[in-house]
């Protein structure tokens, strides 16, 4: 898990993974744990104070905001872009490297090409802000009828992101997709916030177990 947040950080950027164990350090938010380092808090803000880069300053709010928008979803369905998107935005931005267009099967994807930046992109967005970004974006995903592979997991995260809670169904199975996808880090958040509607098997026995790969014996058994 420590690893994984690690290189997501920088895409394995040498001078953003260096900065990011300093910092992480720094901060106790990685440290050893029955002989194995690993991360006692998200690194998600580590970042922030890291040097940003110039070219997003410069930019124009409706492009600003379409990056704003990655930083707090994670990549997003081509389809799942705001209409309200200059045509030209994307374009400019792939352009400039900032974002990229990935395919998954028959799906398009869109990215930060940069994860460094999503933190401190996500710091200059205020609450109530990153709460209306957050819930249309998954009233646009609903839109499009929300049966793709991946789209319980968006939800359930944005839904949870924004409000504090989701529904439990949704939960249960957003937190299967993160545990399908090898997140066991979002899949004990979406389990234990499915946990607090009420006992579920299926978000106990996901949490227990990774609790119990993780050392968390005490909880595990809890759970």
């Known amino acids: 898990v420590a690893a994984r947040a690690l290189w997501a950080s920088g895409q394995g950027n040498p001078l953003h993974l260096r900065e990011a164990l300093r910092a992480a350090v720094a901060e106790d938010r990685l440290g050893p744990a029955h002989g194995i380092w690993c991360l006692k808090r998200p690194l998600a803000d580590t970042l922030r104070g890291v040097s940003f880069d110039e070219r997003i300053d410069r930019l124009p709010p409706d492009r600003r905001a379409l990056l704003e928008l990655l930083a707090l979803c994670g990549p997003i369905g081509l389809r799942d872009v705001p209409q ?60 499009h009828g929300a049966h793709r592979a991946g789209d319980a997991l968006a939800l359930a995260r944005w839904e949870l992101a924004a409000t504090g809670t989701a529904d439990a169904e949704l939960l249960v199975r957003g937190a299967a997709e993160a545990l399908g996808a090898g997140d066991v880090e979002t899949m004990c958040r979406l389990a234990r916030a499915a946990l607090r509607h009420g006992p579920d098997v299926r978000a106990g026995v996901m949490l227990g177990e990774a609790l119990g790969q993780q050392g968390e014996f005490a909880e595990g058994i809890a759970v």
Do not use: F, K, N, S
């Open 84 to 143: 309200e998107t200059p045509a030209d935005a994307l374009a400019d931005l792939e352009a400039a490297r900032l974002v990229v267009l990935r395919r998954d099967d028959r799906r398009e994807h869109l990215a930060l090409a940069q994860p460094a930046h999503a933190p401190v992109l996500r710091a200059g967005v205020g609450r109530l802000r990153a709460r209306g970004v957050l819930l249309d974006q998954a009233a646009r995903v609903r839109a």
